[in-house]
């Protein structure tokens, strides 16, 4: 009889348009261990509901987290490497169980920095001296990591209350803001699938052709913000490469090898 398969999966709400869950059904396909391995989606309205989901898949090894939980998921987490402290964020969980298929531990990663790190490093230029993130989220902490690994300073843009001296609020963008930040980047849902005609609220005549503007969104592949920016001559960049990227370290962490 042979032993049931490795599970992966992918927490979060919503997932109806995932990237993960085709990217490593096509991987196991390619690699020819579908037998071996599945990923599975697990689309939860509360965190809570995690616990379950573990207790309930005594094969389920390990999983990527997404919007709105890479924070929240700490709170259920044993231990954290690294990047994951520094960020407070996790997208990658592995789950450690004894030969009876309890679980030992629970430990969170974070591979968005990987991801994003090796994505935008083909693309800096020396104008890229200053950037503004627009979110402040979970995707954002792998990003902040991101450029102070580069030392380029960076503002944060906010609709919440500001907390901190590098915030700003989108009503306080000026077009001069935006010209003096040649990088900018999108760490917000803002124009995801299915949502595809909207777009942050920002001064687009203050990009140039000296930006590089990214966008976190894979899926439109160019969204309204990159489609904007692209008007006035920006060098555009979306989040597939930064998905594949992080998809890879996260496979690395599960599989071991």
């Known amino acids: 009889m042979s032993s049931p398969k490795k599970m992966l999966g992918l927490v979060g709400n919503p997932l109806s348009h995932s990237f993960s869950k085709n990217y490593f059904t096509d991987k196991f396909t390619t690699l020819n261990i579908s037998e071996q391995w599945q990923y599975k989606n697990f689309e939860l ?19 990527n987290v997404t919007i709105p939980y890479k924070e929240k998921i700490i709170d259920f ?13 996790v997208n990658t969980v592995k789950i450690t169980r004894n030969k009876n298929g309890e679980v030992i531990k629970l430990k969170g990663y974070n591979t968005d920095v990987t991801g994003f790190k090796n994505s935008i490093k083909p693309f800096l230029e020396p104008q890229h001296q200053k950037a503004l993130i627009l979110g402040t989220g979970g995707a954002s902490k792998a990003v902040q990591s991101v450029l102070k690994s580069f030392n380029i300073p960076f503002w944060l843009v906010t609709q ?31 124009g995801m699938f299915p949502n595809i005609d909207e777009f942050p609220p920002i001064p687009y005549e203050g990009i140039t052709n000296q930006h590089l503007v990214i966008d976190l969104i894979y899926n439109p592949e160019k969204t309204e913000f990159l489609k904007k920016a692209e008007q006035n001559g920006a060098q555009l960049l979306n989040g597939y490469s930064m998905l594949q990227q992080q998809a890879e370290a996260a496979w690395q962490i599960w599989n071991g090898k």
């Open 45 to 63: 309205k509360n965190l809570i509901e995690i616990t379950d989901v573990i207790a309930r898949h005594d094969n389920l090894v390990g999983f």
């Open 77 to 89: 987490l044993d231990e954290l490497d690294e990047l994951a402290q520094e960020t407070k964020a």
């Open 160 to 190: 919440k209350e500001i907390s901190t001296e590098n915030q700003l609020n989108y009503n306080q963008l000026t077009k001069e803001i935006i010209s003096a930040c040649a990088l900018l980047i999108n760490t917000t849902p803002v």
